[in-house]
């Protein structure tokens, strides 16, 4: 047996499930928690994934569980069909990769779903528990209210001579990025109203703690835990080698202008969307009021899973 199933299925012990011999489950006699009338599905373009989530589907309705089901598809990086989840859904499973989950986000808005996400993909820091464990962790899901654990988005909105052209909502990050064969781009950043540095960069990166082990951690930034109320300010190949990524509070209101002309310079959100930045084009960053309610298993560790994605070695204490 796996560790994350091991971990699994010690959690679920106090809802009177027992693993057979053959990994297979027995589920408790106990109804499903009253509330729970319609389950959301967002799945990957994966045949493992979609016939998992057939699975799912066909196991929930058995328990009179309605289904409201969104497949990605590779063409789009949104989630298909209507733009907003509805408000009636008890949670949203999202079977895939960091890529679905973060598009499964933008699809749930700033409703307070709980939401859980499934690994399928190749890293999966999103992903809460491993395809293995799916039933067993629905299973407990739908017994009893779910713990979530809050993670804070930021709110970003574009200004272009004064005017409000795009406001965006992420989860992980905003990146802005020089193409491949641009020159370096001039970042004006403030905090606050108060100047703090010119970047003179490939880019720049405004991260969230949960995008910390996104593209941040890639571009050298640091590691930070879901709950420290921070924002990461990563630079990308800064031309001044003694500018390093800085973590704020998350309190602060960042400002962000492009100070000289350029081209193919543009900012994106969450790797799902972006806008192509010109100069003197503004960018205000702040604390979304409106977290993502992740859900929460017993005995699931957050540094548990970094070390597990990042192939930390060591022994035991």
């Known amino acids: 047996m796996s560790q994350d199933k091991r971990i699994c299925f010690l959690s679920l012990k106090s809802l009177k499930f027992l693993e057979n011999l053959d990994g297979n489950f027995v ?7 009253k509330l729970v009338k319609r389950i959301g599905l967002v799945v990957k373009n994966d045949a493992p994934a979609i016939q998992k989530a057939d699975d799912l589907e066909a196991w929930l309705k058995n328990r009179d569980i309605d289904v409201f089901r969104k497949e990605m598809f590779s063409a789009k990086p949104a989630v298909s069909g209507s733009p907003h989840a509805p408000d009636d859904l008890f949670c949203v499973l999202v079977l895939g990769g960091d890529g679905t989950f973060l598009s499964a986000v933008r699809w749930i808005g700033n409703a307070p779903i709980p939401v859980l996400g499934v690994k399928f993909g190749e890293v999966g820091f999103l992903a809460e528990i491993s395809e293995d464990n799916l039933f067993e962790a629905v299973s407990a899901i739908i017994h ?7 993670r804070m988005r930021l709110r970003a909105d574009i200004l272009r001579d004064g005017r409000i052209i795009a406001s965006e909502t992420v989860l992980n990050d905003l990146v802005i990025n020089q193409g491949a064969l641009a020159r370096l781009a001039s970042i004006k950043t403030l905090l606050d109203d108060h100047y703090l540095t010119t970047y003179r960069a490939d880019g720049l990166i405004v991260a969230t703690p949960t995008g910390s082990t996104a593209y941040s951690l890639a571009a050298g930034g640091p590691i930070v835990h879901p709950s420290v109320p921070g924002i990461i300010l990563t630079p990308i190949c800064p031309f001044t080698l003694t500018i390093r990524p800085l973590i704020i509070p998350d309190s602060v209101v960042i400002t962000i202008v492009i100070e ?28 979304s009021p409106y977290p993502v309610q992740m859900i929460k298993l017993p005995g699931q560790r957050y540094f548990d899973i970094v070390k597990a994605k990042l192939r930390w070695s060591g022994g035991r204490v």
């Open 27 to 33: 589920e408790s006699t106990q109804r499903p928690f």
């Open 144 to 150: 009893q209210k779910p713990a979530t654990s809050p």
């Open 260 to 287: 000289k002309e350029t081209s193919d310079v543009m900012v994106t959100f969450d790797g799902q969307s972006g806008i192509e930045l010109y100069k003197n084009d503004m960018i205000t960053i702040q604390k």
